[in-house]
C-alpha cells in the first residue's frame, strides 16, 4: 500500500489542477447537532494527506486527470459516520469543492483512507456521528 505524503510536505501543489489531488485532513470539531455525542471525540491517526491516487479507480473515477482539470484547491466541511472500530462509514458534505463528482470522490477516498481513534463513552468505544472532519484539498 503506498502511504500518502505527510502533512505540512505535499507535493509542489499550483492553485488549479492537472493531474492529481490530496486531502489534506485539518482537525475534527463538533457538530452540536449531531446525536450519539460521546464522553471523548474521536482522533486522527497520524497526520497524513490521502492522495486520490491509487484509490481513484476504486471510486469510479476512470480518467482523474479530466476529473480534477480546472479545479481550485479548496476547503471543505464533512460530517462523519464514525463506527466504534474507528473506520467512517458515512461522509456528509456540508460544504463542497463546487463539484459533484470530485465530492464524490473526496467522500470516497475519505471512508477508505482516513484513520481515526474511535470515540468513547465511559471508556468504551461507541458509534457517532457528532464531529465534522475540515480539510484542504490540493490538485496538482
Known sequence: MESSPPLGNPPAASETAGQGGQ???LGLRLDPN???IPDTAPQLVGSTAIAF???ASSCGVSNLEALLTGMVATSVQMQLQVEPNG???N???LQST???AVDDLVSCV???RLQLEPARSAGVPQLTDAYILEARIQFF
Open 23 to 25: 486531502v489534506v485532513p
Open 34 to 36: 449531531g446525536r450519539d
Open 53 to 55: 491516487q491509487p484509490l
Open 87 to 89: 473506520t467512517i462509514s
Open 91 to 93: 461522509v456528509r458534505l
Open 98 to 100: 463546487g463539484s459533484s
Open 110 to 112: 475519505v471512508k477508505q
